[in-house]
């Protein structure tokens, strides 16, 4: 009885121990190419970007490939060519299961007339995902106004900017 015990014991132990690593998959490697930011004077988009980037795609599903090794597959810092080929090219010399990258062009963010603010905010998105084949590229063109009083404890256009990445950035996790 207290061999059948100790076995029983042990079958237990080994099942937790097996069954947790057992339904892992490998993490996607997520290479991010940097914005390409047309706006002069405009240091926060990249921020924005970057942060919703890491709130969107954490590390235990996704492992994000070091910078200068999405820069070197880039070639430059800014990305102009948001073809499938380029970003099969990024994903290839970067060893990315991933690719995410995405432009805001310089009539952006704009304060037009008092008491009202406008936003014109365009660019383009893509990303490549070579596990299900998915290739998505988009132009972006939005165009808002609020009135002035409404942000004075806000940064609106920053906040705006931010629903932008966030929204295309759940098409990257949608799998369709």
Request: glycine residues 2%; charged residues 30%.
């Amino acid at each position: 009885m207290k061999k059948i015990m100790n076995f029983v014991l042990m079958a237990v132990l080994a099942v937790c121990f097996v069954l947790p690593a057992a339904g892992k998959a490998e993490a996607a490697k997520l290479a991010v190419v940097p914005l390409a930011n047309h706006v002069e004077d405009n240091t926060t988009a990249s921020m924005i970007y970057m942060e919703e980037i890491m709130d969107t795609f954490k590390f235990p599903e996704f492992d994000m490939i070091a910078e200068d090794v999405v820069d070197k597959a880039v070639g430059s810092r800014n990305i102009s060519d948001f073809s499938k080929a380029n970003l099969e090219r990024i994903a290839r010399e970067s060893g990315a299961d991933i690719v995410i990258a995405m432009s805001l062009d310089d009539k952006a963010l704009f304060p037009r007339r008092e008491p009202t603010l406008k936003l014109d905010m365009s660019g383009e998105f893509a990303f490549l995902n070579k596990v299900t084949g998915r290739y998505y590229v988009k132009k972006y063109s939005d165009d808002m106004e609020i009135e002035e009083i409404l942000t004075v404890r806000s940064d609106w256009k920053s906040e705006e900017f931010a629903k932008t990445v966030r929204s295309y950035l759940k098409k990257v996790t949608q799998f369709k």
